[in-house]
């Protein structure tokens, strides 16, 4: 061992007096961290092969329309959009007469957790037993053999959000997959997606507890019910960030308890966790967004707000993102103001953000055509819309809401080579997705049965 | 023409105040007397020219077609001379009967999750259960489902605990108090997959019911036969209300609609119907798709969805969306009628439409949603022929595509809106204005 000289260890004992009068003398734990991704994603491009369609009408989602265009897709990603593209060792797609769009995206399914067949031991998509139960996350529920998973994928979806049911104030954490076959939930996890948290306001959560004889049965039983999470989750977020900078500064203090259900909620005041909340009424949505401001986190994407054409200004005015149906209505009271023109009304403010949503293993078959009706309706009255303008409903304005409009939702240089080949106008009644690829992969061609994944349940099924 | 002679008088009478009162008096009354005259011995004729009509007939589709439509009836396809108090040109356009919409409760229901506005369903519904009593046709669901060129219903309550789940009725989407067009045309029956019990129990039920007044039948006939022969029998004892309804389904006077999925429960269906001469319709019929060619040989109609692929239970296992094409090319007489569905079925024709891009041809596809479902619930309609009611609907363009919109349409030769209740609140929403919306109405 290295003998110290008197001097230098003089001064390493001055030091070491001078450290202990501003920092803690007792030795720090390990740190307590939260893993925030304990089910990471285990997704991999399926097979790829660098293509080139050809002379395709082109919309690209964020807005513009391209007759007789090329796009190019090398290593998964489009690296051009252009005419007379000239590319070497890859395949052509002759696409004349064919429309070539983003691949579409449902930010409102219930695939996997309420699959088909809906039999009682599927029935994995609400946990109704308490108002809140952010806790529970509903990729732990998705059951990938799904057969609508496969349905939707002939369908032109190639990314979609996988909701928990709207009983409860605050239903669980959603989760973004991409649109593949795979044995396991992480195998479809759309990588570095966000988490969602499903909230609910008005008539399910009332009427599901207050049958209990619980809180809520009124709505502004409801709205005590989030503030009373949200002022919860405030302290436990500042309890964690007192711990973490407290550790940063050398203390040995003590972690806070974890909690699985503030997690959730802190992470959305962290704003890592975007909030898709089901609220139809005009009245409510305007609630939300003050209840956002007052307790400092983003009220994100009103799901079915049918009443959303009232208040449209607010709305864009705030960033909300409102995935909506094109008509469905009438089903409950909250329901029964539908006009066939929302989508189109939310859409025309500046700033806005529509979006066409299934929440249906039925119409997420074709999103295409839900977008289609909005846009000949809302024409039919005074509105102007083109196929380049209702594409953006189902394509990228549902990426931004989902947080991952930087890798997908629109038919540019960089993106994910996400993309459907249709057999002619998507707006049409007989429009059918020819091609389907994620990250330029083939996923779908519905003249080769090789690329038509078939699930486990109807394997052997006479 | 007289008509509008008429009218203009009465404007005249009403805008000018230069008329003494008295003079006003008599006009109107004139004017009134002659209105009932003419009514009674004039029909009011409105012609539809040059339209491309699809008869759902024997003549096909015709080009540059004259329809002509007295009162609520057609009464002329083509004639040699039009001679109309109203002329519509339609410039080419498609002309079809109205479509008809199908095994829903329109009419029944407002808003689903509102109890006391339903009234398809009773705990006490029984065979003779009529819901027909119940129909309102100020529902704003009506207006609605006009927008889909729907003019015509089949409404199917949902029953209640018995095994028969009651009768159906036809209404008109006119809005009417008067749009009941035919009470109890068919009697209900729910089988197939059960939560508690087995499908077996109901099959059997409905066997034995058939069986049971059969026997009864018989024997009160051989009774009747010994009252004759000796007056000093006891009189023969009536049926029972609902004994009547089993007998009118044993005579084919009713329809059976049987909602059953699973093959076993249509072919034990097929084979109720040969047992005792029924006049069978399968409903939802998901398997039907394989044994289409017995449904096809024992001529049973099928009443279906054309976009339920999913299997949503074991009784469904095969649904494709080319089922629909599939059973008519076997040869079966199909409709289309969604599932459940009351607030949409204007979506009926886009259905119609994402058959044909599976497969189904168009004009199959139009019958699936007019004529065949007069035929199956003998009702005056769906075609466009003379005699059948005037029940029609001028298109934009093709009837099944997204774009397309209905621009003109006649119920019983009665001109009617597809403005609805929805389009009040998009007018009250798009206008501008300094004052809350309210005030905009």
Sequence with gaps: MQTIPVKLGFTVAAVSLALTACLPSEKQDAKVNINKNPFPSTYKALPQQNTLFTNATVLTGSGQRFDNADVLIVDGKITQLGVDIIAEDVLTINSQGKW??????????????????????????????????????????????????????AGGIT???????????????????????????QGMKFTDAPYGLKMACGENPKRIYGSRKQQPSTRMGNVAGYRAAWAAATEYKRAWDKYNSDYAAGKNSQAPTRDLELDTLMGVLDGEI????????????????????????????????????????????????????PDWWGFKMEAYDMVEENVAIVDAVKNSCAIVHSDSDTTIQRLNQEAAKVMYRANENGFSLKPENAIKWITFNAAKSLGISDTTGSLAAGKNADVVLWNGNPFSVYAQAEQVFIDGAKVYDRHDEKYQAKSDFLLGQE | MKFKQLAQLVELAQLTKVVSFNTVTLAVTIILSLTCLTHAVQAKTIAITNATVYTVASQGILSQATVIIEN????????????????????GRILTPGLIGSMNVLGLVE???????????????????????????????????????????????????????????????SGNFSSIIAKKNAVLVYLGAKSKGSRAQRLQALDHSFADLQKKLNKKASKEV???????????????????????LLSGEKPLLAYADRATDLLALLALKQKYSLDLVLVSASDAVLIADEIAAADVPVIMSAIDNLPSSFDSLHGDLSNMSVLVNAGVKVILAPKGDSHNINQLRFDAGIAVANGLAKTEALSTLTANVADVFKLNSGRIAVGKNADLVLWSADPFELSTKVDLMWISGKQVSTQSRQDALRNRYTSQGDMPKAYSK
Aim: aromatic residues 6%; negative net charge; contains cysteine.
């Design chain 2, 72 to 91: 609520d009836i057609i009464t002329a396809i083509n004639p040699e001379q039009v001679n109309a108090d109203e002329t519509i040109d339609a410039n």
């Design chain 2, 226 to 248: 010994k009252q004759t022969a000796n007056k000093d029998e006891n009189p023969v004892k009536e049926l029972k209300r609902d004994e009547k309804v089993i007998k009118a």
């Design chain 2, 111 to 173: 808003v689903a999750a509102v109890a006391k506005t339903l009234d398809g369903s009773d705990k006490k519904a029984g065979i003779s259960f009529d819901a027909s009593l119940a129909f309102n046709p100020k529902s704003t669901l009506i207006a609605y489902s006009r927008k889909g060129g729907i003019t015509s219903n089949i409404v199917a309550p949902g029953g209640g605990e018995d095994l028969f789940a009651g009768q159906t009725f036809a209404v008109n989407l």
């Design chain 1, 159 to 185: 990314t979609l959000q996988i909701l928990p049911g709207s009983a409860n104030l605050f239903g669980g954490r959603g989760v973004t997959l991409r649109n593949v076959p795979s044995e396991t939930m």
């Design chain 1, 274 to 325: 975007l909030v898709h909340n089901h609220c139809y009424k005009a009245e409510e949505m305007a609630v939300m967004i003050d209840l956002g401001k007052e307790f400092n986190y983003d009220s994100g994407t009103f799901h079915h707000g049918v009443e959303a054409y009232k208040i449209a200004d607010k709305l864009a005015e705030n960033a909300n993102c409102v995935a909506m149906w």
């Design chain 1, 100 to 153: 070539l769009t983003p691949g579409i995206i449902d930010v409102h399914s219930h695939l996997g957790v309420y699959p088909s067949p809906s039999v009682e031991s599927h029935a994995d998509g609400n946990e109704i037993t308490a108002p809140n139960t952010a806790e529970v996350w509903a990729e732990h529920s998705v059951w990938p053999q799904d057969p609508g998973f496969q349905a939707a994928r």
